[in-house]
């Protein structure tokens, strides 16, 4: 499988740099525990190989698309990748810690709070959406779930070739299994809640996206 070349963008400011230096941790440490290969896990999860050194050495900000590959490749969830192992019953997230894994070109961002373990994974995302802010994202696991409610702004989700516009207080609940996607509709900032839920992660090779380079790494984007 032919994987095209990779560019990445300005250097990462030192909270991001942070961020990507502790998510490449957690990645070889995760494929070293199995005794894989870079090779194994690039080919298992889709990615280049160049893309998997780069996340791998804290060289690249990788896409939430790429970081859901590497999560459902080595069964861990995406959360695992974000957070150290956790030590206590719980884990508090203070308001500005939450691990911000995209960012819009009109300020917005995706910020990931708070997870579980597997193999049932529940993710919570804030996000925000500045004026023209759109993210779109590719199907992720078969039986994965979605729930996102506005808080402010008015949301246009897609899912599939259905679209629905979403002002604050409204909610919606779709499948995440097929592509789908959230813009901004409005003519002022947005911000929304979002929780996804991924079962059976790392029970079986269920990856809809396994053996498929991350539309992504193709495009060398690092916010998709």
């Known amino acids: 499988m032919m994987h095209p070349q990779v560019h990445y963008p300005a250097p990462m400011d030192e909270g991001t740099a942070s961020l990507a230096s502790a998510i490449g941790g957690r990645v070889r440490h995760e494929r070293q525990a199995r005794r894989w290969t870079l090779d194994r896990l690039a080919d298992v999860a889709g ?25 459902d490749a080595l069964g861990v969830g995406l959360p695992a ?25 009109a300020g917005g961002r995706g910020v990931l709070v708070a997870g579980t373990r597997p193999p049932d994974v529940l993710e919570l995302w804030d996000w925000s959406l500045g004026v023209g802010d759109a993210h779109t994202s590719e199907a992720h696991a078969a039986g994965t779930h979605e729930l996102l409610q506005v808080h402010d702004g008015r949301v246009s989700v897609k899912v599939g070739d259905q679209v629905a516009t979403l ?3 409204d909610a919606i609940g779709f499948a995440g299994d097929v592509d789908h996607g959230y813009a901004n509709a409005g003519l002022e900032p947005a ?13 079986s090779p269920r990856s ?9 790494d193709k495009a060398g984007a690092s916010d998709a």
């Not at 190989?49 to 804290?58: A, S």
Request: hydrophobic letters at 35%; a positive charge; glycine letters at 12%.
């Open 167 to 169: 002002d604050a207080g």
């Open 208 to 216: 809809s996206r396994a053996g498929q380079p991350d539309k992504a």
């Open 47 to 71: 990615v280049s190989r160049r893309m998997l050194v780069n996340v791998e050495q804290g060289a690249a900000n990788p896409s939430v698309g790429t970081l859901l590959r590497l999560s």
């Open 191 to 203: 911000r929304f809640s979002l929780t996804v839920f991924e079962p059976g992660v790392g029970t």
């Open 81 to 105: 990748l974000v957070e150290p192992p956790e030590t206590a019953p719980f884990k508090v997230t203070r308001r500005g810690e939450g691990a911000a894994l995209w960012t819009g070109d």
